[in-house]
């Protein structure tokens, strides 16, 4: 429950979600995460807070710290002291209201500043009309932003902010593991003893020394694999058609072109996002180009892969083994293709399953959610970022090109683009594109002269 000082001209936090769930921590630990959120560079780089916050006032908002105070919360029990919400804690007042109907919601954001969800709370339109623009923020403890009205959210002067880095690593080392589990059969052989048998003839592996590796989707998971991968003597390979070469040597990986990665890798790791270009990627057409006996594990997501083509292709031997942590619809439906087979080790979507990735989710979303109502630059705005007239202007040419580019375009209320071509763009929408996941919308909040 909130520990700020009410009415003391702070904001108001609201959290109707946990943030994080593995219990209370210690000092050294609540360290351990901020520093592990601190060596991730994409993060904010806020100074680390050691007492109450005294941010500059949201500059589009100044009425809002002097609103009354939410009525106290009292049906949800305290929740455990986690980085991110020690952090909230420390910069405004939290009001940890778990389990909200439509109803409830619409009551508390009349009196809250921000707003922190995960994925069940939905955040429609009528929960905007009814903060009557107090809400200035909404932060996603997550990627995926599908529960929030962004339309409203925006009309409403209302930024919306995710945490798109703080599962990175664990997703790059869940890889990592189905790499290793798929060459050692590790989760057959697992499941073979404990059905009583000692078979050492039908689990016997391939090395991963000197073979080659493709990445697909050389972004922020993929050149994390990249590294962990060259550490286990794999020769990397790339195939991203948006990353930079400077980027891929500084990782030691070379890119090269997809039909080239079909035709040369012994396993390939997909790491790309679900685009209309990426949906059924790896399909017949891909398998017929693999080297025979190809290992494939996809960490990314469901649709990448047709899940017939790839059922076809172990049939016939193109592929040996796959790893699947991902699911067009998931859980997966009993009948699928590829689940009960015994070249296919799945996992329900694990990626970013860690303790640690949980926590730093709640430190990177406090972070964000923060800043805005500080009256900065969100690094991970998802809808807009609110922005002075000058940088408005700046960014005028840019709206022509968003227009000409496949998947961008221009309405009244800004720029629109697909995610995949932002990195055309260097300085200064690539702040805007840093955060976006696949589904993004782009518009501005112009600031009020
Ligand atoms: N399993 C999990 O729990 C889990 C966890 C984290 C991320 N993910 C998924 O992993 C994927 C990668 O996440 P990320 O954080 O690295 O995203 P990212 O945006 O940092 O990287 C994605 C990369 O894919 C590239 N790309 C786009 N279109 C491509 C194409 N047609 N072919 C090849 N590459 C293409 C982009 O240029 C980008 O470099 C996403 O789909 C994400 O949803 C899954």
Same mark, same amino acid.
């Given at each position: 429950m909130g520990k700020g000082k009410a009415g003391e001209g702070k904001f108001v936090i609201l959290v109707s979600e946990k943030l994080v769930g593995p219990g209370e921590l210690v000092e050294g630990e609540w360290r351990n995460a901020r520093a592990r959120a601190r060596a991730h560079p994409s993060l904010p780089n806020l100074?680390?807070? %050691?007492?109450p916050c005294s941010g500059a006032p949201f500059h589009t908002h100044s009425h809002a710290p002097s609103l009354p105070l939410p009525p106290p919360h009292t049906s949800s029990p305290p929740l455990p002291l986690c980085p991110g919400m020690k952090l909230l804690e420390e910069f405004g007042t939290v009001d940890v209201a778990l389990g909200l109907t439509p109803e409830q919601l619409c009551e508390k954001v009349k009196t809250s500043d921000a707003l922190i969800i995960r994925s069940a709370t939905q955040v429609t339109d009528d929960v905007f009309k009814a903060s009557a623009g107090r809400l200035k923020v909404v932060g996603r403890a997550?990627?995926?932003?599908?529960?929030?009205d962004l339309g409203s959210a925006t009309q409403h002067g209302c930024l919306v902010v995710n945490a798109p880095t703080a599962n990175t690593v664990a997703a790059a080392e869940h890889g990592i593991a189905l790499l290793a589990s798929l060459a050692r059969n590790v989760a057959q052989a697992d499941a073979s003893m404990k059905a009583g048998k000692w078979d050492?003839?039908?689990?016997v592996g391939v090395s991963m020394v000197g073979k080659t590796l493709a990445i697909i989707g050389f972004g922020k998971v993929g050149s994390e694999v990249g590294r962990r991968a060259k550490g286990l003597g794999f020769v990397v390979i790339a195939y991203d058609p948006y990353a930079s070469e400077a980027k891929a040597a500084a990782v030691g990986v070379r890119l090269v072109p997809l039909d080239e990665a079909l035709a040369t890798a012994d396993f390939f790791s997909l790491h790309m996002p679900m685009t209309p270009d990426t949906k059924g990627l790896f399909g017949t057409a891909a398998f017929a180009k693999m080297k025979k006996g190809a290992r494939i594990v996809n960490v990314a997501r469901g649709g990448v892969i047709d899940d017939d083509a790839l059922a076809a292709a172990l049939d016939n031997g193109t592929v040996a083994g796959a790893a699947l942590d991902v699911f067009v619809k998931e859980p997966p439906p009993a009948d699928h293709p590829l689940i009960n087979r015994p070249d296919v080790i799945v996992t329900p979507?694990?990626?970013? %399953?860690?303790h640690e990735a949980q926590e730093d989710v709640g430190v990177e979303i406090a972070e964000a959610v923060i800043e805005a109502l500080q009256g900065k630059l969100a690094a991970t705005a998802v809808n807009a970022p609110m922005m002075s007239p000058e940088v408005l202007a700046e960014l005028a040419p840019y709206t022509t090109l968003a227009q000409v580019i496949r998947g961008g375009g221009m309405s009244e209320s800004g720029i629109w683009m697909d995610r995949t071509r932002a990195s055309f763009f260097s300085l200064p929408l690539s702040r805007f594109f840093r955060g976006a996941n696949e589904d993004t919308h782009f518009s501005f909040i112009p600031v009020p002269a």
């Amino acid at each position: 429950m909130g520990k700020g000082k009410a009415g003391e001209g702070k904001f108001v936090i609201l959290v109707s979600e946990k943030l994080v769930g593995p219990g209370e921590l210690v000092e050294g630990e609540w360290r351990n995460a901020r520093a592990r959120a601190r060596a991730h560079p994409s993060l904010p780089n806020l100074p680390l807070l %050691s007492g109450p916050c005294s941010g500059a006032p949201f500059h589009t908002h100044s009425h809002a710290p002097s609103l009354p105070l939410p009525p106290p919360h009292t049906s949800s029990p305290p929740l455990p002291l986690c980085p991110g919400m020690k952090l909230l804690e420390e910069f405004g007042t939290v009001d940890v209201a778990l389990g909200l109907t439509p109803e409830q919601l619409c009551e508390k954001v009349k009196t809250s500043d921000a707003l922190i969800i995960r994925s069940a709370t939905q955040v429609t339109d009528d929960v905007f009309k009814a903060s009557a623009g107090r809400l200035k923020v909404v932060g996603r403890a997550g990627v995926g932003v599908d529960n929030v009205d962004l339309g409203s959210a925006t009309q409403h002067g209302c930024l919306v902010v995710n945490a798109p880095t703080a599962n990175t690593v664990a997703a790059a080392e869940h890889g990592i593991a189905l790499l290793a589990s798929l060459a050692r059969n590790v989760a057959q052989a697992d499941a073979s003893m404990k059905a009583g048998k000692w078979d050492r003839n039908t689990y016997v592996g391939v090395s991963m020394v000197g073979k080659t590796l493709a990445i697909i989707g050389f972004g922020k998971v993929g050149s994390e694999v990249g590294r962990r991968a060259k550490g286990l003597g794999f020769v990397v390979i790339a195939y991203d058609p948006y990353a930079s070469e400077a980027k891929a040597a500084a990782v030691g990986v070379r890119l090269v072109p997809l039909d080239e990665a079909l035709a040369t890798a012994d396993f390939f790791s997909l790491h790309m996002p679900m685009t209309p270009d990426t949906k059924g990627l790896f399909g017949t057409a891909a398998f017929a180009k693999m080297k025979k006996g190809a290992r494939i594990v996809n960490v990314a997501r469901g649709g990448v892969i047709d899940d017939d083509a790839l059922a076809a292709a172990l049939d016939n031997g193109t592929v040996a083994g796959a790893a699947l942590d991902v699911f067009v619809k998931e859980p997966p439906p009993a009948d699928h293709p590829l689940i009960n087979r015994p070249d296919v080790i799945v996992t329900p979507h694990l990626g970013a %399953s860690t303790h640690e990735a949980q926590e730093d989710v709640g430190v990177e979303i406090a972070e964000a959610v923060i800043e805005a109502l500080q009256g900065k630059l969100a690094a991970t705005a998802v809808n807009a970022p609110m922005m002075s007239p000058e940088v408005l202007a700046e960014l005028a040419p840019y709206t022509t090109l968003a227009q000409v580019i496949r998947g961008g375009g221009m309405s009244e209320s800004g720029i629109w683009m697909d995610r995949t071509r932002a990195s055309f763009f260097s300085l200064p929408l690539s702040r805007f594109f840093r955060g976006a996941n696949e589904d993004t919308h782009f518009s501005f909040i112009p600031v009020p002269a």
